[in-house]
Nanobody, 122 residues
Framework: QVQLVESGGGLVQPGGSLRLSCAAS????????ISWSRQAQGKERELVAG????????NYADSVKGRFTISRDNAKNTVYLQMNSLKPEDTAAYLC???????????????WGQGTQVTVSS
């Protein structure tokens, strides 16, 4: 029921910055927690950052702490990932994920976007 579309990826030099956007269409966006994951060539998918439905809590992978910032604007149905001080090892396809849970803690809904490519290279 929820469609997610990522944008903002591209080619940047080491030390540069990008801001990724995840735009959602569908009902109850404010009820979903949103995360960004990345998939690099030859590596398993890695959870990069997450934000709760109300935006009151965030978490980050150790590899991006201090460099990446996740935020959301529920009025615009959009989540952002600000990426600073980019490194070649940040090169990956970045995927947006929306999840909603039952009060029991079980997953109720799980949606993924198509991904946007980030390449960090000289």
């Amino acid at each position: 029921q929820v469609q997610l579309v990522e944008s903002g990826g591209g080619l940047v030099q080491p030390g540069g910055s990008l801001r990724l956007s995840c735009a959602a269409s569908g009902p109850a966006f404010g009820s979903y927690g949103i995360s960004w994951s990345r998939q690099a060539q030859g590596k398993e998918r890695e959870l990069v950052a997450g934000i709760t439905s109300a935006g009151g809590s965030t978490n980050y992978a150790d590899s991006v702490k201090g460099r990446f910032t996740i935020s959301r604007d529920n009025a615009k149905n959009t989540v952002y990932l600000q990426m600073n001080s980019l490194k070649p090892e940040d090169t990956a396809a970045y995927l947006c994920n929306a999840r909603r849970y039952y009060y029991s803690g079980n997953v109720r809904n799980d949606y993924w976007g198509q991904g946007t490519q980030v390449t960090v290279s000289s």
